[in-house]
């Protein structure tokens, strides 16, 4: 059984201050990716730090996930925080969430030659919850956390994406 009184407790005391002051909830997240060699990618955001590399076959040396693992991961994992965190909130009881999130995609596209979109053609997320409430309380918990879901929202709503470039010349 998944321990949810803590994270109700931090729920309601994040919530409470962010009706107090709403700026608070209002910050810029920096992530840097940086390629130095072949296609391996070392993510920086924070104290984390990352790899992520495409597979031999595709040039790359296999030395971390895609991109599209990374993003498929970051998908589930938000939905699956998402169903604990809106059981927690409404005194739902959850032994254990598994989400599985599937994609179709054209790889056709990344490497120009075919007409597909290069993102993902359809997104399929089949999700079980191990939990002695109804079925009917699962599908409501459910609903609320995906009308709150970040990544979800990021994947099923059009986002504004910016791209600026500066140019530095190489030391001689």
């Known amino acids: 059984m ?3 009184q803590p994270i109700a407790e931090a729920f309601t005391r994040i919530a409470n201050k962010l009706r107090e002051d709403p700026e608070r909830g209002r ?6 990716s940086r390629v130095e060699s072949g296609l391996t990618c070392e993510i920086e955001e924070g104290p984390w730090r990352l790899v992520a590399d495409m597979s031999e076959k595709a040039g ?13 991961a970051a998908l589930g994992s938000c939905l699956a ?4 965190l809106e059981a927690a909130r409404a005194g739902v009881p959850i032994e254990s969430v598994e989400v599985e999130v599937q994609a179709d995609f054209d790889d056709g596209a990344l490497f120009g030659v075919s007409e597909a979109h290069p993102g993902y053609l359809d997104i399929r997320v089949e999700v079980t919850i191990c939990s002695t409430a109804s079925k009917a309380e699962l599908r409501r918990v459910t609903e609320a956390a995906d009308a ?3 990544y979800l929202d990021v994947f099923t709503r059009a986002q504004s994406a910016r791209r600026s470039l500066r140019v530095v010349r190489p030391e001689s």
């Open 2 to 4: 998944i321990d949810t």
């Open 60 to 72: 790359g040396a296999g030395k971390g996930p895609t991109p599209g693992v990374l993003g498929r």
């Open 148 to 150: 709150r879901s970040p």
């Open 81 to 84: 925080m998402g169903y604990v």
């Open 27 to 32: 910050n810029t997240a920096v992530s840097r």
